[in-house]
């Protein structure tokens, strides 16, 4: 849609850009007014992905579809789309300029670095360049803006990460995961497979011992008891799934009695757990420390892995569950200087802005540790005099000059609050954007602040077992638990198309084993 054709749609209505089709993003974009706002959101991705049951579409017991929500929905006429990158935002203008996505190559999948991260900076403006003369590459006008980008997946620089490990943010990563796994059980089934090789193809390696890294260590294990075994029957006593975390114990949110629980359900779904583990490089290939195989060339797709507790080790597959780094937007967005943009700045506890200041660069005001952005009660972002950024930088106590953005909001894990540190989690951006959008529908968003309601967490164990904590409860484990987290994640689900599917998927499940 050319933006001659936005604007004529948008008639005496504000425009809210929306960044992003995450949980904050596409939650919010169906809360707004049609009335009174027109709603676009600007995302690379024309979908919403339901992040909590990816680990089941990875392993096949729900669909792909059962996962996805289309940004374009009859049902919202009211809500636009251009499929695009944001690159900049001009806070004094109140433009946006946004790059075009459609043909982008790593569409579906999680993304570890900046699109950009291998050009040079005299190839990016090039490339740049010809993008804006094909009109790829334009100017957005807005009236309120909400950063929901989300974050990336955290590599920590190790070395091999992004290049090799199956991550788990997007369908196209769930897919890809799937394939690897039946391939794996492929290959290692052929009769001219050595024994040594079946080994590795077999063993399963997961990065991250939170809920996330546990969940789909879980299900693949489920996976491989009750549905491989009856098909590759002399095949399983070479399956070996395998947890590393650097921290001294997995789940270490829940209670202690919750996380003793869980670890004996994982011994006895022969899960194995590698705490205090250090990964310090994933390659393709075999492990070279193995003399009598360091010669083999068919290695069938297996990868090393390197720990540097025990070496190296040889693996079928490597999926990478663990950290956040801070969206390429976010990230530029912060480090840029830029003029006071009085027109937009409310200024805290009501001080005065000396004309001295009022001439200094400004930048968006970002958490030290994350470079997340810090927005206020009310999800505004926050800005501050550069100066005065670098100084306090390293300091416990906030700055003495801050203002908040009247028609700037951030949501999701891409920002803090100021005022307390939140789980970067789907349960916090649904709050979020639910919030958000009652606030700007009512326009009360100054008599009100936001409150987070810690629902509590939850994780599958494997075997029709769970864990559930909620705040100021001991908890609850073992098969209650596990059909909390299913009710859970059901009520959650966004669409009634999806709300009747789901539980229909569970149920031949359940009744086919």
Partial sequence: MATVDLDALKGDRERVVILGSGWGGYVLSRQLSAAKYQTLVISPRSY????????????????????????????????????????DV??????LTIEESVSDVGQALASAEDRYEQHTEEQKQSERRNKKRQGRILDIAYDKLVIAVGCYSQTFGTKGVKENAYFLKDVGDARRIRKRVLEAFEIAARPTTPKHLRKYLLHFAVIGGGPTGMEFAAVLSDLVHEDLSRLYP??????????????????????????????????????????????????????????????????????????????ETGIGM?????????????????????????????????????????????????????????????????????STKEDEADADSDPEFVGSLKDVFAIGDNCVLGSAGLPATAQTANQQAIWLGKRLNKGDLEDLTFTYKDLGVMTYLG?????????????????????????????????????????LYWLVGILHH
């Fill in 90 to 95: 001009d806070l004094e203008k109140k433009t």
């Fill in 48 to 87: 919403f992905v339901f992040t909590p049951l990816l680990n089941e579409t990875a392993v096949g017991t729900l669909e792909f579809r059962n996962t996805l929500e289309p940004v374009r929905n009859r049902h919202y006429p009211n809500v636009e789309f251009i499929q695009a990158w944001a690159d």
């Fill in 234 to 311: 002399s095949l399983v006593e070479y399956v070996k799934i395998t947890v590393y975390d650097v921290a001294p114990k997995v789940l270490s949110m829940f209670d202690e009695s919750l996380a003793k629980y869980a670890m004996g359900v994982f011994r006895k779904e022969k899960i194995q757990i590698r705490t205090e583990h250090h990964v310090e490089e994933l390659r393709q290939g075999l492990p070279r420390s193995k003399d009598d195989f360091a010669d083999a060339t068919n290695d069938e797709g297996c990868f090393t892995l390197k720990t540097k507790e025990e070496g």
């Fill in 318 to 386: 490597c999926v990478w569950a663990t950290g956040n780094m801070m969206n390429p937007f976010v990230e530029n967005a912060v480090k840029k200087s830029r003029v006071y943009p009085s027109a937009s700045l409310a200024m805290s506890s009501g001080k005065q802005i000396s004309e001295t200041l009022q001439t200094q660069d400004w930048q968006i005001r970002s958490d030290p540790k994350t470079s997340a952005i810090v927005v206020d009660d009310h999800l505004r972002v926050q800005l501050q005099p550069t």
């Fill in 463 to 503: 075997n029709a077992k769970g864990l559930v904590q909620t705040k100021g409860n001991s908890g609850v484990q073992g098969r209650t638990a596990w059909l909390i987290w299913k009710g859970a994640y059901l009520t959650m689900t966004v669409s009634w198309r999806n709300r009747i599917l789901i539980p």
